[in-house]
C-alpha cells in the first residue's frame, strides 16, 4: 500500500478540522482569552497526526524501527506469533510522537492477526500479551519478522492498511495507532541489536539491528 506523505495524517484530518473549527467560534463568540486552551488543544491535536516523510537508509541487512519513540525492551523471548524464540526489540510511542508505523524490512506478508485485550499503560511489559494488538508476521532475507502494534492506555484504535499476501518496503507506511502506543518487533535470535534500552528511536530512520544473513 503506498501512501504519499502530505505532512499530516489522513486519520487525523477529522479531529484537526473539529478542534480548529470548535476554537474559532468560541473565539468569536466568546474572545480569544475563553478560547485559548481550545487553540491549544488544537494545535496538540495538529502536532498529534504529523507524518513527515523519512529517509530510507540503503544498508541491505538492517532492521528499521517500525515508528517514533523510546526503546523499553531488548530480549530473547517466545514469539507467540510465529511460534519460535525470537529477539525482541519494543518501542514505546507517547503521545508527542509521530503515530504512523511503517515496515521494518522488505518481505511478504504471511499473515496478520488481530486480539482484543485491555488498555495497561503500553509502557510495562505485560502489555505486549495483555493490550489490544494486531500483529504481522514477514518474511524478509534475512529471516521471520514479526510486528505487533499494541495499544495503549490511552490508544483506541489500531488500523492496519494491510493483508497477507501483500509485499511491503523498508519504510513504507502500513498502519497508524491513535494516541500512545508501542510496537514489538520480534526477530531472528542471531539478529545482532543496535540499540539498548533507554534510547530515543526515529521510524525508518533508526536502525533497531541487523540480520547476521541476508
Avoid at 108 to 125: P, R
Wanted: hydrophobic share 45%; with cysteine; glycine share 8%.
Amino acid at each position: 500500500m503506498s501512501y504519499p506523505h502530505p505532512m499530516i495524517a489522513r486519520e487525523g484530518w477529522p479531529y484537526i478540522g473539529v478542534a480548529f473549527a470548535t476554537a474559532l467560534v468560541v473565539n468569536a463568540v466568546a474572545g480569544f482569552w475563553w478560547a485559548s486552551p481550545l487553540w491549544l488543544l488544537a494545535l496538540f491535536v495538529l502536532q498529534f497526526f504529523r507524518d513527515p516523510p523519512r529517509p530510507i537508509p540503503a544498508a541491505p541487512k538492517a532492521v528499521l524501527s517500525p515508528a517514533d519513540g523510546r526503546i523499553v525492551a531488548v530480549e530473547v523471548c517466545e514469539d507467540p506469533y510465529a511460534q519460535r524464540q525470537a529477539l525482541k526489540i519494543s518501542v514505546f510511542m507517547n503521545v508527542c510522537n509521530v503515530h504512523s508505523n511503517r515496515s521494518p524490512v522488505d518481505g511478504g506478508i504471511a499473515k496478520i492477526e488481530y486480539f482484543a485485550g485491555s488498555f495497561v499503560n503500553a509502557d510495562l511489559d505485560k502489555a505486549s500479551l495483555q493490550n489490544e494488538r494486531n500483529a504481522m508476521v514477514m518474511e524478509a532475507a534475512g529471516g521471520t519478522v514479526t510486528v505487533v502494534q499494541v495499544a495503549g492506555l490511552i490508544a483506541r484504535r489500531i488500523l492496519c492498511y494491510v493483508k497477507p499476501g501483500e509485499t511491503l518496503t523498508r519504510g513504507q507506511r502500513y498502519g497508524f495507532i491513535r494516541f500512545g502506543s508501542r510496537v514489538d518487533v520480534y526477530l531472528p535470535t542471531d539478529a545482532k541489536p543496535l540499540v539498548s534500552i533507554g534510547d530515543k528511536v526515529s521510524a525508518t530512520t533508526t536502525l533497531l539491528a541487523e540480520f547476521a544473513k541476508g
